[in-house]
């Protein structure tokens, strides 16, 4: 093993660390632990709320431990409920490993890959057959299950709950039970499902595993981090993505991402220099040191000094005279047209510099031409 970590490092900004003496006792056995991560595969991307939990296993890992992270190939076929107030959709089987493929690839930006043991929670539970289900669901009982938050909440409002989602918190419980778990790792939102590991495992007749929980890291709008928002950084993102995202946070959350994100108290000083130097930890981690100065570089000049980027790239007019801008601005930046013809609106389109007042505009005037659109969206008109 390497040099052994103490409770407080492994545990670093842990908001839920149960039973309190349980991971002493635990490094107290003199091996290395089998620490558990378990992601559901509904998107194809992690993003840096997510990699929360990630950083607390290689927390374990830089110590000697072994990091399992399960991949929920299998679970995600039910989709987690934690925090929902109706059911998840089902996603196709296809879109489900496609997703698969990609996570393994993003977690090792953050892990330490001779140290992880990688395992898709199919290999046991599309193996479980009815008598073993119901030798599952005997381990808790259904009043248990709805003391949980959100179930409870849906309970009273009458909301409809599926057999299938009573079942996810044995599904990852019994994932724990399969690579036997001495710890397991999630966010707040997880707690209830990390302790019926706990419950589960003991009635198998494993020693329970301790529960270690992160905090929720909140996006630059005060809200949850989501993908399909798009409020979220994620690990894969283009460089200059990942900078400009970052440069969102406001003041008064710095000390927050910086708590979480770079496990560092905010830098003295100005909190332009602070965001900037969070920004660049957070490109050079998942992109390299180049990565960061370029991503710097493209920030100051399209955003400070509202320059134009240097690889600018050409869009083709369509054929006709006078050129309907609208319909030029959406297909060049996937914009819609009554966006595009709000930003004409508002001044924010613009000629070779020049804000345009209309929504046509004479060919020759825009072959050429860069056009604008905000501050940062810019093409080359070619004709």
């Known amino acids: 093993m390497s040099a ?15 039973p309190e003496d349980g991971l002493a006792e635990k490094l107290r056995l003199g091996r290395p632990l089998r620490v558990k991560l ?32 399960i991949i929920g190939d299998y679970t995600t076929r039910i989709g987690d409920p934690s925090g929902r107030s109706t059911e998840r959709p089902i996603l196709d089987p296809e879109e489900i490993d ?27 539970l599309a193996k479980l057959d009815f008598a073993d289900v119901l030798r599952l669901t005997r381990t808790i009982t259904v009043a248990q299950i709805l003391e949980r938050d959100d179930f409870a909440q849906r309970m009273g409002a009458n909301e409809p709950i599926s057999v299938s989602e009573l079942l996810y918190p044995l599904m990852q419980a019994y994932d724990s039970v399969a ?8 966010g707040t939102d997880q707690l209830y499902n990390l302790l ?62 910086w708590r979480l994100v770079a496990e ?17 930890l957070i490109v050079r981690r998942s992109h390299g040191e180049d990565a960061a100065r370029e991503a710097e570089a493209h920030f100051t000049r399209v955003v400070r000094e509202h320059a134009a980027p240097d ?27 009554s966006d595009a013809r709000r930003m004409i609106g508002q001044g924010g389109v613009k000629l070779d510099g020049a804000p345009v007042e209309g929504l046509d505009v004479a060919r020759a005037e825009a072959d050429g031409k860069l056009l604008q659109a905000g501050k940062r969206r810019f093409a080359r008109l070619v004709s």
Do not use: C
Request: no cysteine.
């Open 196 to 257: 019926a590991g706990r419950t589960v495992m003991e009635a198998y007749g494993l020693e329970p595993q301790v529960v270690l929980t992160t905090p929720l890291l909140l996006s630059w709008d005060g809200a949850k981090m989501s993908s399909s928002v798009g409020n979220n950084i994620p690990l894969t993102a283009p460089p200059e993505e990942q900078f400009g995202r970052t440069m969102r946070i406001p003041d008064e959350m710095l000390g927050e991402w």
């Open 264 to 280: 560092q108290p905010v830098p003295p000083g100005e909190p332009m220099e602070a965001k900037l130097e969070l920004a660049r």
């Open 98 to 124: 496609r997703n698969a493929q990609t996570y393994l690839e993003q977690a090792l930006l953050i892990l330490d890959r001779d140290r992880t043991e990688v395992r898709l929670n199919g290999e046991w």
């Open 38 to 69: 378990g992601i559901d595969v509904t998107s194809p991307d992690i993003h840096i709320g997510r990699a929360i939990p990630l950083q607390r296993m290689r927390a374990f890992q830089d110590a000697g431990h072994i990091g399992v992270l």
């Open 311 to 337: 690889d600018v790239h050409e869009h083709v007019l369509p054929a006709g005279d006078p050129v309907h801008l609208p319909a030029v601005i959406a297909e060049a930046f996937g914009l819609s047209t």
């Open 4 to 18: 052994p970590a103490d409770v407080s490092t492994l545990a670093r900004n842990a908001v839920h660390l149960l």
């Open 179 to 186: 690579v036997e778990a001495d710890v397991e790792l999630g």
